[in-house]
């Protein structure tokens, strides 16, 4: 890896850091509120399109443009599609592990958690490969 791509994957987690948070911060609060996962993370995530946008394309990617904000929703939405995916089949698998110990909402929290283990990465590469290719 070099020091540019290095540079730029740092840049990537600083904004998809803050973006993250944004989003699971939205996600938990709707998730206890309500107790209905996927459509607080339907909610959560479209709460979160605008933003992250702006926040990955000045501080994930230095992008100087205005012409990426279609492909940057295209590429949310197939993110968003398999975080429902990961979220529905995860917490089938951690909520029954820890809902006697915590209770039913905060295993959603956890299921939601895990799911980003895997939908961050993807997300990297989704967006550096369909929405910012050149950028540094």
């Known amino acids: 890896m070099t020091l540019q791509q290095l540079i730029g994957y740092v840049r990537f987690l600083l904004a998809g850091g803050i973006n993250t948070l944004f989003g699971f911060a939205l996600y938990s609060a709707l ?11 339907a909610l959560a ?3 979160g399109v605008a933003f992250n946008f702006y926040s990955y394309k000045k501080i994930g990617f230095g992008h100087k443009g205005t012409n990426r904000y279609v492909s940057f929703v295209l590429v949310y939405a197939v993110v ?57």
């Open 45 to 47: 995530s479209l709460a």
């Open 80 to 136: 968003f599609a398999l975080n429902l995916a990961l979220l529905t089949l995860l917490k089938g698998q951690v909520a029954p592990l820890v809902a006697d110990m915590w209770g039913q909402r905060p295993a959603y929290i956890l299921a939601q958690f895990c799911a980003l283990m895997l939908v961050v990465p993807v997300s990297y590469v989704l967006m550096k490969r369909f929405v910012y290719p050149s950028a540094a």
């Open 31 to 41: 998730v206890l509120a309500w107790g209905r996962p996927e459509l607080s993370l």
